[in-house]
């Protein structure tokens, strides 16, 4: 699939890989569950993120977290609150640093609290993309407070493609399991 570049495409592709996403998770066993992500033999797998992210939680954390920063953006500019999408210190050179923090910051949250946080994220950030219309996701300079970008591609960047980045490494991790 292409990437959305249409208020249905957006809808439609988001529901679809979260779908997926959730049909993946359902069909981990408990040894995927229960085993430590380890990336460490992969050479092709250099991001920090495959090192960060230790389990299922960590990857559903990360999605959480980045739903938040988009809710927390459109939600503050629409107030007329001047709000940068990450938040400071952070900035898109040094945005892995805030993917540490919020790992950390929910190493003691549960496994199921995560699916719950994630589910209402999800379900949270596609009710906010339905209150646009397809020009206002869309068309660039809408909002000036996003920079002559059109919000849409945020909203496809913490949805769609966010879910196939999680799927990638969930899927990545079921093989390890079954080759060790």
Not at 14 to 43: C, M, R
Not at 66 to 72: A, F, P, Y
Not at 129 to 154: C, D, H, Q, R
Request: with cysteine; hydrophobic share 35%.
């Amino acid at each position: 699939m292409s990437r959305p570049a249409t208020k249905a495409d957006l809808i439609t592709a988001a529901t679809t890989n979260w779908e997926k996403l959730n049909t993946l998770i359902s069909g981990l066993t408990e040894k995927e569950l229960a085993t430590t992500f380890d990336f460490a033999d992969d050479t092709k797998k250099k991001e920090a993120h495959w090192q960060r992210d230790q389990n299922l939680r960590d990857v559903l954390i990360h999605l959480y977290e980045w739903h938040q920063l988009l809710l927390n953006w459109v939600h503050a500019n629409q107030k007329g609150e001047e709000q940068p999408f990450l938040p400071h210190p952070y900035n898109w050179k040094t945005y892995g640093s805030l993917n540490v923090f919020f790992w950390k910051k929910h190493q003691n949250t549960s496994l199921e609290e995560a699916k719950e946080m994630v589910a209402k994220s999800h379900k949270d950030v596609l009710a906010l993309a339905e209150t646009f219309s397809n020009e206002e996701l869309f068309s660039k300079g809408v909002y000036p407070w996003a920079g002559g970008n059109a919000i849409g591609s945020y909203f496809v960047s913490v949805t769609s493609s966010h879910y196939d980045w999680a799927m990638k490494k969930l899927k990545a991790h079921i093989k390890n399991c079954k080759e060790k």
